[in-house]
């Protein structure tokens, strides 16, 4: 049995992710070995933690040297096993990589339910939707009345954040680039407003809609977002430092100026990582579900398709090309 991959064949630190950091490789699958299980990969998760990946950071996400196969989440199906509790036909997840057909040893994936709900494995009930859950209300920690705002709230992350938000009863500003963007945020997903950092100034309009100043920024950007949510924070603010895209492409990035009024405002800015919340994750998942099955949380999922595109797919994240959570279809 023959196989496609895309192999890492360029570092993009300090610049963009280019087309030609990834070469197309084939090759064939020998005898599968004891103890070891084949997977067909039928669904691949986008995140931009990828760039960090491929940049080799060390202590992040080292390990992933030129010519190896790109390091991908994905959701597959078992075509052959010699571990028993991994069945021919299961639906599997794990770190299955930009490869058509691969072995993978059993600690490595996670056997799902059933095939239907496994993308949302991918999205709202995996990192994505824990990240924005745990991110939010233990660091964030938004009580009723209080003034939310989310940066890259268009986004897998971020659309998730601002709705939990609303759920504990806040007020909701999302930032993000475009109008339609903006629109699917207040109309769809219940946002009070949204501030199209394209088009608006943005601290101009932090002031205009948050008066009394912002009580909780969820961050996804860095950069400027972060500057100008800065120079409004209420007394008391959490600052949860959850991504910062803004700055992923940048040789020497740089800090944000406003940073001082976390002193003036006795605010506090956390970072978050998801790591270490493992043995949280059931009860979390369930209150996700819950809030799904009510109608309060909505997910929308933006799939591309085919194994040519997953090199394409991966820097719409970076264009901002995707709305919702990028996935892609095998
Ligand atoms: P996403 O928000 O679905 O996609 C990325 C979005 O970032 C794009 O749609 C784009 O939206 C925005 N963006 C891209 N370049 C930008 C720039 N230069 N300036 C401002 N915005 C830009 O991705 P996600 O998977 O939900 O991840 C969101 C953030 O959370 C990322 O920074 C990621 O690294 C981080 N994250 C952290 C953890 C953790 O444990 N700490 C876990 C998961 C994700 P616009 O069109 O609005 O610009």
């Known amino acids: 049995m023959r196989s496609r991959q895309w192999l890492i064949n360029g570092n993009p630190r300090g610049r963009a992710i280019e087309l030609g950091d990834f070469a197309e490789a084939s090759v064939e699958l020998g005898a599968l070995e004891p103890r070891r299980?084949?997977?067909?990969?039928?669904?691949?998760?986008?995140?931009?933690?990828?760039?960090?990946?491929?940049?080799?950071?060390?202590g992040y996400a080292s390990g992933n040297e030129l010519g190896n196969v790109m390091v991908g989440r994905g959701v597959g199906t078992v075509v052959e096993s010699r571990a028993d509790q991994f069945p021919v036909g299961a639906t599997v997840m794990g770190p299955l990589g930009w490869q058509e057909v691969a072995d993978h040893a059993p600690a490595a994936l996670t056997l799902l339910p059933d095939a239907e709900s496994a993308r949302a494995y991918l999205g709202v009930l995996g990192t994505t939707g824990l990240t924005a859950y745990f991110g939010l209300l233990d660091v964030g920690r938004p009580e009723p009345g209080d003034t939310v705002v989310v940066s890259g709230a268009a986004g897998a992350v971020g659309s998730i954040v601002g709705q939990i938000a609303k759920i504990a009863g806040a007020r909701v500003?999302?930032?993000?680039?475009?109008?339609?963007?903006?629109?699917?945020?207040?109309?769809?997903?219940?946002?009070?407003?949204a501030i199209d950092y394209k088009a608006e100034r943005t601290k101009h309009r932090l002031r205009e809609l948050c008066p009394g100043g912002v009580d909780v920024f969820f961050d996804n950007v860095g950069g400027s977002a972060l500057n100008d949510v800065l120079a409004?924070?209420?007394?008391?603010?959490?600052?949860?430092?959850?991504?910062?895209?803004?700055?992923?492409?940048?040789?020497?990035?740089t800090g944000p100026a406003n940073y001082f009024n976390i002193v003036f405002r006795q605010a506090t800015m956390q970072g978050f990582l998801l790591k270490g919340y493992e043995h949280r994750y059931p009860v979390a998942q369930a209150r996700l579900r819950q809030w799904l099955e009510d109608g309060?949380?909505?997910?929308?999922?933006?799939?591309?398709?085919?194994?040519d595109n997953i090199p394409a797919t991966l820097l719409r994240l970076f264009s901002g090309a995707n709305i919702g959570k990028q996935l892609l279809r095998l």
């Open 37 to 58: 299980v084949r997977v067909r990969t039928d669904w691949l998760s986008f995140d931009p933690a990828q760039k960090a990946q491929l940049e080799n950071v060390s």
């Open 296 to 307: 309060a949380l909505l997910v929308r999922e933006d799939i591309q398709r085919g194994f």
């Open 173 to 193: 500003i999302g930032i993000a680039g475009g109008a339609a963007k903006c629109e699917w945020l207040i109309e769809e997903l219940g946002f009070d407003a």
């Open 232 to 253: 409004c924070v209420a007394t008391g603010a959490r600052v949860v430092v959850c991504g910062g895209i803004a700055r992923y492409n940048d040789a020497r990035p």
